[in-house]
């Protein structure tokens, strides 16, 4: 189950995926519940960032009606391996800093997944990591890192509290993608704290306040990738089957 505060915020980031269309070249549809988890291990592994394997659905390719309707003016049918098909599952590989997370061990195909990876065990298509209390935006070195990757790589920014050993780090330059929602402004009492309150989007498992979720995702020639947040038939959410749209 997707937690309600979630699919809203997935929601309205589809909304903004349609309405930025035009500024990427190629989609990736992800499952709500992949997502959710994904936003889950982030808080559970703090105050490491974790690098995640993803692999998609052979079985499941993305619907036509929701790709066009997610398509800009230019699209490129071929960019990336993988492409068209709906990310199956996900799978935490590695922690560490934002150096060490990028650098898996030597032999981590042999142990960690020969048994239930079967004759493939072999690299994921997509990869992911963390950004616990900073923006999604790439580094030199995350740059560096999806040169290797054959299908696309995202960078999910979590802003928490409590920060723990991570205060907020706000200070870097690149595009934004943020899940958000207009948070109702509930009548505050007069204080002095109440003015630097952040809104709470939603509460993890692990007791953390969420303030803000940011996701992005990028080709390794550093072009953007479209993410659609889709249901486990592969509608987005947000999506009126009668009028194949997103609900206004
Ligand atoms: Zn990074």
Partial sequence: MVEAWLVEL???????????????????HMPGEVFQSLV????????????????????QPHRQDVEAYFEGDE?????????GYVVKEARIVNRGDSYSVHHLPEDWTDDMFSADRGSRAGRFTHW????????AIPSGADADAAQETPGIDMILGLRFTPEGPLPWFDDVEGTRRKLSVEVEAKPRKR??????????????PTGHAIHEIQLIGFHKSGVGVNIVFVDEEGYPFGWDRQ????VA
């Fill in 243 to 246: 009028t194949a749209q997103l």
């Fill in 191 to 204: 204080s002095f704290f109440a003015r630097h309150a952040l809104p709470i989007l939603g509460r993890a």
């Fill in 40 to 59: 889950w291990w982030g808080l559970q592994s703090l105050p490491d960032e974790i690098l995640v394997g993803m692999d998609v659905n052979p079985e």
């Fill in 75 to 83: 699209v490129h049918e071929r960019l990336f391996q993988g492409q």
């Fill in 128 to 135: 992911l990591h963390t950004h616990p209390n900073a923006p």
């Fill in 10 to 28: 997935m929601t309205a980031y589809n909304r903004d995926s349609r309405s930025q269309r035009d500024g990427y070249l190629a989609q990736l």
